[in-house]
């Protein structure tokens, strides 16, 4: 009986007291509209809501309310809705297309109507980060407030402005860490720290269901969550835009504006991130103050990076805000103030500063609007003002990459055209038809900028996150300046294939290894029980398509050797021809024209790679996550992922390649570590990441050593006297936050197969320095004599440990081999230049004999 009237005293005090907790100040209210406690059954702050009830009550103020109508702006992968609330006046939203129509002038640099009488847009978006739950309940707050309220400030903001509350940027995240919060809430509940309730195990709700940090993927745009949204903002170009999270349960609240962009030259105009923060910050302080709430500014976090909810909008024309609120990781947890931190306060933080934003959007909207016009009307002022007037693009050997690249592109609105003449730029000649250019003269100039250039110099040594995202160089994207300005048609869309299937051929069909969609071709055609071979010398020969040259991993699937008929694999070859954009040929020979011929024993038989992934705790959620994205979503190939814990459940005979991600692996006893040398002696491949690469060495898996520092060097040097207060931007500036560097590339080794040029873009953001090789033919990749190409490092970084060290070796093990990367070549799922040396280690790390 206790816990019943426990619980029930706990529910009526909140439902009583929330009210006035939270929106008293906006009374009165229509009672027509229901409260979110109304239709959940709990108050806000009880307990965490789903998203599916976030939905539902969304879609019931759209039902009962002529100021709310609701927009469904994509899927989640586990199918959980993107759902934005439109809000303004019933006569707003009743004209709401014809508005939006009106607002796009703002965007138009050769536009110059009157747009004072429109409405300030403004986006509320709330909850990227799964497990920083408040700011979607605040949400649900801030959607009924704006439709119940009958209060003539609330009327005011409606008249003033359109609001779209976007409640929950990462759904099946929240869904995760909603689970985790209600399941293990204590009835009373528990404030200690270490309970189980605030210490979520990985993988967390931050990320989305492949592990992905969605704040990182609006430059990117990798995601279903990210592409849905970048497709609703370019409709809308919304003048402000919010970005809530949450930090540790110990701090405050922070709000704009941010530390100080790190960039020497920020492409973003200086009247965002001083008179507007400015003006805007007046108001969060003032709002927050009135509710004894303490906060701070200015300290941390930058804007750099164009990829956050708090910086991509800036580069848009807009104001982005973001907001960070302690965390109760919970429902209620202690601080170390001894002060109890509940997770209504949080959402009153949340909700007030939503409030403070509307407020000061209407208060600011002729100088946003202005802002907005000054904005993209400097773009084109900007770029003519630089010698370059074009870049141009594409890579003749791998339609498939570019066209993922072009793809970027169009999904911010850059303009892109088709090259109407061949233009040599760089040592490097681009050809129409294969190639495209793209203006620098347009109104997405900075996106443009972001693209294509690079840059060494900073003002700052300790970022937030990343220093470089030149996406063509993520591309590996052969790529240059030109000073022409001759566009031929403009390009709205990917391209579809043109190829045609091969004839038919009772001998051998032949694919090609460069393109990007060539290893899933090859894992289907194997699912289906195809026989394949790799050829691993090139070789020129007579096709049905004409005399061809194909390079280093070119697939043959030879008819006599297949176990299924002629006319089966006829049909696989010709769906992979449609399927994967790749131009496929037959032929009835196997006598070459030159280089090795068909029946060659350079032409390797390849097996069905089996894969496992050991993930779970130590375990790097972001690397296992972008892992099983790549396998899942561009190569349809399975991969069991296995948790550490469950090492000795492990049968090795069933996989011949296990990934090692980056993590720690001290669950892997001596004992255990000798199961997997002992498979790996038996002719199988470990792939290795990052710190697993270094694990891998320090736990004399293989013969190979990092590279340190030399001892008499460090005991040698005299300890120079800093600054106390400097220690973090000293400690800070020796790590490698993200950058890009240079890498020479064996192309002649199975790792280099499909790659045409020895020189690649590599992304590095750890500090794990592989010595090259102690086998000459070990090394596939090293970095070149001058390997900086984009983002920030110290010199000393520089000059001792990168340019001595190597990306990517190979080490022997009995008949077995170690792949080690000490770069991370699947990126957040946008390194599509190196993502081949990853596949190549899967498919091909079979046959990789490494010369002592």
């Not at 300290?299 to 805000?321: K, M, R």
């Not at 691993?536 to 020969?541: D, H, L, S, V």
């Not at 396998?631 to 990934?659: A, C, E, Q, S, W």
Request: aromatic letters at 12%; proline letters at 5%.
């Amino acid at each position: 009986m206790k816990f019943y009237l426990t619980t029930l005293l706990v529910c009526l005090s909140l439902l009583v007291s929330a009210q006035d907790y939270f929106f008293k100040k906006f009374e009165p209210f229509n009672q027509d509209i229901p409260t979110p406690e109304d239709f959940l059954g709990y108050p806000i702050g009880y307990q965490h809501t789903r998203h599916d009830q976030i939905v539902a009550y969304l879609e019931k103020l759209a039902e009962v309310s002529d100021r709310a109508t609701i927009t469904y702006y994509g899927n989640t992968y586990e199918h959980r809705k993107l759902v934005i609330l439109n809000i303004s006046t019933p006569e707003n939203i009743s004209n709401l297309e014809s508005l939006r129509t009106q607002h796009l002038k703002a965007v138009d640099p050769n536009n110059s109507d009157d747009l004072s009488q429109l409405p300030i847009f403004i986006n509320l978006g709330y909850n990227v980060h799964g497990n920083e739950p408040s700011s979607s309940e605040a949400a649900l707050l801030t959607a009924y407030t704006l439709v119940a309220s009958t209060n003539s400030t609330i009327t005011n903001y409606l008249q003033q402005s359109v609001i779209f509350v976007d409640p929950t940027i990462n759904p099946d995240g929240r869904d995760r860490h909603t689970h985790w919060a209600n399941t293990h809430k204590g009835n009373p509940l528990v404030d200690d720290p270490i309970d189980i309730e605030h210490s979520e195990l990985s993988p967390s709700g931050r990320t989305n269901h492949y592990y992905f940090d969605l704040n990182r993927d609006w430059w990117l745009a990798i995601h279903p969550e990210s592409r849905g949204k970048l497709n609703w903002y370019h409709q809308w170009y919304p003048n402000v835009v919010t970005d809530f999270h949450e930090m540790g349960s110990n701090s405050t609240y922070f709000f704009e504006p941010m530390k100080a962009n790190a960039s020497k030259n920020p492409i973003m105009p200086k009247e965002n991130y001083t008179t507007l923060n400015e003006a805007f910050a007046k108001h969060f302080a003032e709002d927050l103050d009135a509710i004894g709430s303490m906060y701070f500014t200015k300290e941390v976090f930058d804007g750099t990076y164009p990829g956050y909810g708090s910086s991509y909008p800036d580069l848009q024309g807009a104001l982005a805000l973001l907001f960070e609120q302690a965390s109760s990781r919970g429902h209620v947890q202690k601080q170390n103030t001894g002060k109890q931190i509940t997770f209504a306060f949080t959402i009153r933080n949340q909700y007030t500063s939503s409030f403070a934003t509307i407020r000061a959007s209407v208060e600011n909207k002729s100088i946003l609007y202005n802002y907005q016009r000054d904005f993209f009307k400097s773009a084109l002022a900007n770029a003519s003002r630089s010698s370059t007037k074009a870049y141009v693009f594409g890579d003749v050997d791998d339609p498939v990459r570019t066209n993922a690249f072009l793809d970027k592109l169009l999904i911010h609105k850059v303009k892109v055209y088709e090259l109407p003449r061949n233009i040599t730029t760089g040592g490097k000649t681009f050809r129409p038809g294969s190639s495209y250019i793209v203006p620098t003269r347009q109104p997405q100039y900075r996106m443009v900028q972001s693209a294509f250039e690079t840059y060494r110099e900073y003002t700052d040594s300790v970022y937030y996150d990343a220093s470089a995202w030149s996406l063509a160089n993520f591309y590996n994207m052969p790529y240059g300046g030109t000073s022409s300005s001759q566009l031929g048609n403009e390009v709205t869309a990917v391209p579809t294939a043109s190829y045609t299937a091969p004839a038919k051929s009772n001998y051998a069909y032949i694919m090609p290894w460069k393109p990007y969609s060539a290893p899933a071709a090859l894992y289907y055609l194997q699912s289906q029980g195809a026989v394949a071979t790799s050829a691993f010398k090139p070789f020129q020969i007579t096709t049905d398509k004409g005399s061809r040259s194909f390079g280093y991993g070119a697939i043959v699937l030879p008819v006599g050797r297949q176990l299924i008929s002629s006319d089966s694999l006829f049909t696989l070859v010709s769906h992979v021809v449609n399927e994967w954009d790749l131009d496929v040929a037959s032929t009835q020979t196997g006598y070459s024209v030159s280089g090795i011929d068909l029946g060659s024993g350079n032409m390797r038989v390849l097996k069905t790679p089996k894969a496992l992934m050991l993930v779970g705790d130590g375990v790097s959620s972001y690397e296992h996550g972008e892992v099983w994205h790549l396998l899942d979503t561009r190569v349809g190939m399975p991969i069991t992922k296995v948790p550490i814990r469950n090492f000795n459940r492990i049968n090795f005979n069933n996989y011949t390649v296990m990934v090692m991600v980056s993590g720690g692996y001290q669950q892997l006893d001596s004992a255990k570590r000798a199961r997997l040398k002992s498979w790996i002696r038996d002719g199988n491949t470990l792939i290795t990441i990052r710190s697993a690469s270094a694990w891998a060495i320090n736990s004399k898996l293989v013969n190979e050593s990092t590279i340190k520092e030399p001892k008499d060097t460090a005991k040698s040097k005299t300890v120079k006297r800093l600054n106390y207060g400097d220690a973090r931007e000293h400690i800070g500036k020796k790590q490698v936050g993200g950058a890009i560097f240079q890498v020479d590339l064996d192309v002649t080794h199975p790792l280099g197969f499909g790659y045409t040029r020895r020189l690649l873009p590599v992304y590095r953001n750890s500090t794990v320095w592989l010595a090259p090789s102690k086998s000459p033919y070990g090394t596939v990749g090293k970095y070149t004599a001058n390997p900086h190409i984009d983002g920030f490092i110290t010199n000393d970084n520089l000059e001792k440990f990168l340019k001595p060290s190597a990306s990517l070796i190979v080490s022997p093990v009995g008949r077995g081999r170690v792949v080690m990367f000490a770069d991370n070549p699947n990126f957040r799922g946008s390194w599509y230049g190196t993502n081949r040396l990853f596949l190549n280690a899967l498919f091909l790390g079979q046959h990789i004999q490494v010369p002592r």
